[in-house]
């Protein structure tokens, strides 16, 4: 496997990568700068926000749902038209968004923390069909949510436990189904887990904050 540099502008918390489908391109945050990125036709794309801006799922060809420190709203990058969907932690200036994916029902589970890790500031909650609804807490630093491929299990990890747990879905909705069970200690090898995806073939993919690396579990 080879890796390449696919954009070299300088991210202070480069987070949530997320590929449109539609558009053939893919977008990213700067947490700390409050930037959207992208590129195309050979150039990097940018988009201002006067607060932390984190994670997005795709809704259509122009728009994004994005998470920030006090929402989700829906965001054309044609136009730059926002509107706001929901309110997320609005009233809790300690926290902001942190890592974030759409499920396969078309849910969009987000993660939370303390804008200086505040140990169990945050949490994870699951916006559906107009509701937002909190999921895990406390979390200090939410990290990992992704699914599997056959949309029977999420993933997720607080950071600093080094742990990576597994959730059964309900097939109906996508609503947790039971309690989340451990999956995968990494504590004993010293690895804190950050952002993940699981690709088509069910193969966990993990980026581990301070450890420079990427790392596959099957």
């Known amino acids: 496997m080879t890796v390449a540099v696919f954009d070299a502008t300088p991210c202070s918390l480069g987070e949530g990568p997320l590929w449109h489908p539609e558009r053939g391109q893919l977008f990213w945050f700067d947490i700390n700068r409050h930037r959207l990125h992208s ?18 799922g795709w809704l259509d060809e122009v728009h994004l749902l994005v998470a920030s420190e006090t929402r989700l709203f ?17 009233d809790d200036p300690v926290t902001r968004s942190n890592d974030g994916r759409a499920d396969p029902w078309g849910g969009f589970w987000i993660g939370t923390m303390g804008k200086g890790a505040e140990p169990g500031a945050g949490a994870i909650y699951r916006y559906y069909r ?24 999420a ?6 436990t080094q742990k990576i747990m597994r959730q059964a879905l309900d097939q109906t909705d996508g609503w947790p189904a039971g309690a989340p069970e451990l999956w995968l200690d990494l504590g004993p090898e010293g690895w804190r887990p950050d952002g993940a995806v699981v690709d ?8 581990q904050w301070g450890g420079y690396r990427v790392a596959c579990y099957d």
């Not at 965001?75 to 706001?84: I, S």
Request: with cysteine.
């Open 39 to 56: 590129r195309a036709g050979g150039e990097t794309l940018t988009w201002q926000f006067d607060e932390h801006v984190s994670a997005a």
């Open 74 to 90: 829906r965001f054309n990058v044609d136009t730059g038209a926002r509107e706001d969907i929901a309110p997320l932690e609005a």
């Open 130 to 153: 107009g509701e937002v609804r909190r999921l895990y807490h406390p979390i200090t630093i939410s990290n990992a949510i992704c699914f599997s491929p056959d949309r029977a299990f």
């Open 155 to 160: 993933y997720y990890t607080d950071t600093p």
């Open 200 to 207: 088509a073939a069910g193969n966990f993919w993990n980026a």
